[in-house]
């Protein structure tokens, strides 16, 4: 099957957006927690987050033009604050409820059931249920002309993690968490590990870590 640029453009809106999005792969998937200035707390499900680099350790994030304008990006920018928190087996339908526009007065975390947990004086709320939790310190804001989104970069303050999937060389074992991924926009998906390898140097043959 072949599909043009101009067979792209005649397609039906959710169609086109369906084939998009699921082009790229599997994504990392995950809520992305935050608290306003005046106390309302927001949840807020992403499959737009990646690595950025390890020192120091950035995370970006991005945001597509939709009005109203976004509880989650306007709490961030006006705090400084949020976390990111993996999805797990056991929650991925409430965090999937967290992608409705409510009223920024209503919590995601009351109306989804999840638990908003506060520790290490951090601001931002993290999510109680969540295996593998990220405290964020927002750095810069980006704006990208070419199709109106936005990229938020972030620095990693705080890590949660269960000891047990923590490798001695820093290596985080995702599938011990019961971290899912995702493709598209509504499908999520167990993983299975194929392999771990070595780094790759010229002339040098790679072999496997497990």
Do not use: W
């Amino acid at each position: 099957m072949y599909i043009d640029k101009e067979a792209i453009a005649r397609l039906e809106k959710q169609r086109r957006v369906h084939l998009i999005n699921s082009l790229g792969g599997f994504k990392s998937v995950a809520l992305v927690g935050t608290l306003s200035k005046i106390g309302n707390e927001n949840l807020a499900i992403f499959s737009s987050l990646f690595h950025i680099g390890a020192n120091p350790p950035l995370i970006g994030m991005i945001f597509r033009p939709s009005p109203p304008e976004r509880d989650t990006m306007s709490n961030i920018l006006e705090t400084g604050f949020y976390t990111i928190n993996h999805i797990n087996e056991t929650i991925y339908k409430q965090a999937h409820q967290t992608s409705a526009r409510y009223e920024s007065e209503v919590s995601e975390f009351q109306v989804t059931n999840l638990k908003p947990e506060y520790k290490n004086n951090f601001f931002a709320p993290f999510v109680a249920e969540s295996n593998i939790q990220l405290g964020v310190e927002f750095k810069e804001k980006v704006d990208i002309s070419i199709n109106n989104t936005t990229m938020i970069i972030g620095e990693i303050v705080q890590i949660y993690l269960p000891e047990n999937c923590l490798h001695d060389d820093g290596f985080i074992d995702l599938e011990k968490a019961n971290t899912i991924t995702c493709s598209g926009l509504d499908s999520y998906h167990k993983t299975i590990q194929i392999d771990r390898l070595s780094y790759a140097k010229p002339y040098k043959e790679i072999t496997s870590l497990l």
